[in-house]
């Protein structure tokens, strides 16, 4: 007596054609791969850095931990951001000896706090990255706009050096 198993794949197999049953398998594989993304642990956020020839923008895509809560997430997302681009022929929006020190999510404003190094230009190797037009605001500012666009509930990003407020 065979298994139940094979004698259900010996009905499906006479009653489905080839064609219909490749596209059986397809949609058994994509709802498969559904679930899997739904339950994974990562989520796709979009990062601007910048061509370091013509300093034309560019959108990288970067596959970021789920974060337990908004701020943390955030957080997660400026730290990314001073990793900078994946791309070899793209620029860094800050020098890379700064850091994160501290974030702060309230009230649809984000606080972030950043080392000393922010306010210096980007320089790789001995050639200075930045523009002067825009100069160091200029990756403040798309900062703020890529927090803007991938959490819709940024209202505001004050941002600070070493503790001291800067404006743009």
């Given at each position: 007596?065979?298994?139940?198993?094979?004698?259900?794949?010996?009905?499906?197999?006479?009653?489905?054609?080839?064609?219909?049953?490749?596209?059986?398998?397809?949609?058994?594989?994509?709802?498969?791969?559904?679930?899997?993304?739904?339950?994974?642990?990562?989520?796709?956020?979009?990062?601007?850095?910048?061509?370091?020839?013509?300093?034309?923008?560019?959108?990288?895509?970067?596959?970021?931990?789920?974060?337990?809560?908004?701020?943390?997430?955030?957080?997660?997302?400026?730290?990314?951001?001073?990793?900078?681009?994946?791309?070899?022929?793209?620029?860094?929006?800050?020098?890379?000896e700064t850091k994160l020190l501290s974030l702060l999510y309230r009230n649809g404003?984000?606080?972030i706090d950043l080392s000393e190094a922010a306010a210096l230009p980007v320089v790789?190797?001995?050639?200075?990255?930045?523009?002067?037009?825009?100069?160091?605001?200029?990756?403040?500012?798309?900062?703020?706009?890529?927090?803007?666009?991938?959490?819709?509930?940024?209202?505001?990003?004050?941002?600070?050096?070493?503790g001291h407020s800067i404006d743009f």
């Open positions: 007596m065979k298994p139940i198993s094979s004698i259900f794949s010996i009905v499906i197999r006479s009653l489905i054609d080839k064609r219909t049953r490749r596209l059986l398998y397809l949609v058994i594989l994509g709802a498969v791969a559904l679930k899997n993304g739904a339950d994974s642990d990562t989520i796709r956020r979009t990062f601007v850095f910048y061509n370091m020839k013509d300093y034309t923008p560019q959108a990288e895509e970067h596959m970021l931990l789920r974060s337990h809560s908004e701020e943390a997430a955030l957080a997660r997302y400026v730290e990314e951001t001073l990793f900078g681009p994946r791309n070899p022929e793209s620029a860094p929006l800050f020098p890379r404003v984000v606080y790789i190797g001995n050639v200075r990255v930045v523009p002067m037009e825009g100069g160091i605001a200029r990756g403040f500012s798309t900062l703020r706009e890529s927090l803007a666009r991938n959490f819709p509930l940024v209202e505001e990003v004050k941002f600070f050096i070493e």
